[in-house]
């Protein structure tokens, strides 16, 4: 699969992709998508992404002004794929690359009392991530934003994390696109 950045300073770069079904890199249109929606929070933003897989979104967010990229990724092979993108892209100064489970994940970030501006979750399809919420709360700076991607032909509801409020629900493709906001008082 072709994969490009597609704004900011590394527009156009192309990125490597990991073989095999464990991941699917998020498409370019649901990418601008949420790039647009957070638009005039990208500079100088921390940006988390959780469930990697190529870095794409996290490399995006530096592209487009982010400070910072945390990216977390728990397969070993997609993992690499990423550390080989940060480096053809010289960004391993603005990145941290966290080869670990989610959970464990955000775990050590709490202990390091990070928060983030911009959080992008896309875990394998039908993969529940409810359980995550009350972890990634105490990550979030004031007035962050939240997307969480899914598979569009789910029947459930988008998830209701307690202390978030939903924005919003797109469709792109076999995406569906949840956006949350965070307002900390």
């Not at 990697?52 to 400070?67: F, H, K, P, T, V």
């Amino acid at each position: 699969m072709s994969l490009r950045l597609i704004g900011g300073l590394w527009k156009g770069r192309p990125l490597k992709t990991p073989k095999g079904p464990q991941t699917r890199p998020t498409q370019g249109m649901l990418r601008g998508a949420v790039f647009n929606i957070c638009q005039s929070q990208i500079e100088g933003a921390c940006f988390l992404d959780l469930f990697a897989g190529s870095g794409a979104m996290g490399l995006e967010a530096l592209s487009r002004g982010a400070s910072h990229a945390t990216l977390v990724e728990h397969d070993r092979e997609a993992a690499q794929c990423i550390r080989s993108n940060i480096e053809v892209l010289g960004a391993d100064k603005l990145t941290t690359l966290l080869t670990t489970d989610v959970a464990k994940a955000l775990a050590l970030l709490a202990k390091k009392e990070t928060r983030f501006d911009i959080i992008y979750i896309d875990p394998p399809y039908d993969t529940a991530i409810e359980s995550h919420f009350p972890a990634l709360l105490p990550l979030l700076a004031p007035r962050a934003w939240i997307f969480i991607e899914e598979r569009s032909k789910t029947k459930k509801s988008p998830p209701n994390p307690e202390g978030l409020v939903h924005k919003d629900s797109r469709r792109f493709g076999e995406a569906l696109l949840h956006q949350y906001h965070f307002v900390a008082g």
